[in-house]
């Protein structure tokens, strides 16, 4: 960074976040915003859906990849599958954030300027947050959302007979870190999913709406997720590997520039925050068709075998 | 550590989640906890009130000062003093843990009974969590509250003619530092108050059931923060160093010990997160009148003139 450019130790906490907050438009269910002890957010069915992830440098970002920006959308991106798994709608976001106090006030705005174009995306506000010294970047982000009414889908509804379904992308997070990590610079597309995904606004509500009996965000990979389902439902989940073919297909340049199997991304890559969910009846817009709900022990099978590859992301 | 004690890494996220997680009671509030996308938390009145908080190693605690409990108890009791502030009551919260693969289990289960231990005191759950790999220890904490059917106090209300009060403890918390930052044993209840903070549960509703025009919590130092709120209301608050008597001969066997001023302790010492608030008529019982708010430029005056010690708590 530049000598001449304002610190986050000069400008000091209350003035990076007075400068962080000028001229944002609040959404109306953040009834009172930043600037106080607490925020006052609106659910008016009385429930409030809440989710938190912490992301830390060089663990869940590199600041030599990513750019401030980036993080701050990708923060929100995730927390607001959570929200949409439940098949609820995000509202606010607080936001706690730690760096080195020589960090550059500049990129404390542009993380700010993330948070914010993501938040608005899904429709909701940064309604608060905490600003402290950490040796380095530390992005914690708590959601939380409204179920308009609805009951919220949870993971432990599947049933015999449903039909698996998928909203968004699958396994383009992982072939993008690929890229990154083989420096290979195409697809351009690819390696930006992998630092900003793009989970399917919205389709959580539609989910719920069309009678989902179970959902959850493809975070940790499609079948280490899915596998929670299985085993809080008590069902088997059988994908299909020829319903799953374009979203293998969709990989493939990377797949031959990397020499990996797609196959690898498609079931075991996380960070896409697709939404997959369990339907007893038709599937609505916007959903395909990747598999079904069996009878039997908890497991998920790929055209009834087991996989063998890549069991998806690890926390440690 | 123990050679043979069980690491994060070695039981997984999964595992430790389940762990710290079982035989936990969740307060009514919780209508949905942890092992889904998302927890759900109600509020009758349709709104919610939040507020979030992130300690890291080293810059808020220290690990051979604090136990994990330690730890766990003031991330929660620190948060629960905000939601308090805004006249409301914590319901629930929810847990971003970050700590190196190589901690103990049985570290992060005394951090999560610390969590709950507090969480208890103030009649709310732990709703839901993150855990995540990282070089030190960061706790991020977010509060949920309910106001039922109150208006939230804010810190801009203040009227002249107010009276300005507290309840809960002043300059513990600073005395406490001193203490230990000179290896001095005693007193031990001022060493732990540092480490533990006792906020004044039930209070916050108590003040805005009385009428409160504007309350926070005591964070950055008495000074700081009755600051912020002659900042937002526009008035002068005098404080009565007679009326603060009893705060400062408390502190005297630790400013004798260390050879410091208590007032320093008591007009800047932060972190206890005692509340201070300003009524229009009477103070409800739980509360020691410190002050009152005059008409002026806004400033925070004691027996009418500036005082010249320390100033609070800087975040950078």
């Known amino acids: ?5 304002p610190t986050l130790a000069q400008l000091g906490e209350f003035g990076v976040i007075d400068a962080i907050n000028a001229g944002r438009h609040q959404p109306d269910a953040v009834a009172l915003g930043p600037g106080d002890d607490a925020a006052v957010i609106t659910a008016a069915d009385g429930r409030t859906v809440v989710s938190t992830d912490m992301l830390v ?3 869940h970002f590199r600041l030599d990849w990513s750019t401030a920006h980036d993080i701050g959308r990708k923060a929100i991106a995730q927390n607001a599958a959570d929200v949409e798994a439940m098949g609820a709608t995000p509202t606010a976001f607080v936001v706690a954030f730690g760096a080195p106090p020589d960090t550059a006030v500049a990129a404390a705005q542009a993380l700010s300027d993330g948070l914010w174009d993501e938040a608005r995306r899904c429709g909701a506000g940064i309604a608060g947050g905490d600003l402290v010294s950490a040796p380095l970047w530390v992005v914690s982000v708590t959601v939380l959302g409204d179920l308009g009414g609805r009951a919220p889908v949870r993971r432990d509804g599947a049933q015999p007979g449903d039909t698996v379904a998928v909203a968004g992308d699958l396994g383009r997070s992982g072939a ?6 083989n420096g ?3 697809p351009t597309a690819l390696r930006a999913q992998h630092l900003v995904p793009k989970p399917p606004y919205g389709q959580g509500r539609v989910a719920a709406d069309a009678g989902a009996t179970s959902m959850t965000d493809v975070s940790d990979g ?3 997720d899915l596998g929670h389902i299985a085993a809080a439902s008590g069902v088997v989940i059988d994908l299909s590997r020829e319903a799953l073919g374009a979203d293998h297909d969709a990989l493939s340049g990377a797949a031959v520039a990397t020499g990996v199997d797609a196959w ?5 890559g996380g960070e896409d925050h697709a939404l997959v969910a369990t339907f007893p009846g038709a599937v609505p817009r ?3 068709v990747i598999g079904r709900v069996l009878d039997g022990r908890a497991a998920v099978y790929v ?5 063998s590859g890549n069991a998806g992301w690890q926390s440690y």
Do not use: K, T
Request: net charge negative.
């Open 1 to 5: 960074m530049s000598d001449n450019e």
């Open 57 to 59: 440098q060089d663990r």
């Open 176 to 181: 993008g870190y690929a890229l990154w990590l």
């Open 184 to 186: 290979i610079r195409e």
């Open 222 to 224: 499609l079948l280490a």
């Open 264 to 268: 690898e991304w498609v079931f075991g």
């Open 286 to 288: 916007g959903w395909r």
């Open 303 to 307: 055209d009834g075998e087991s996989w």
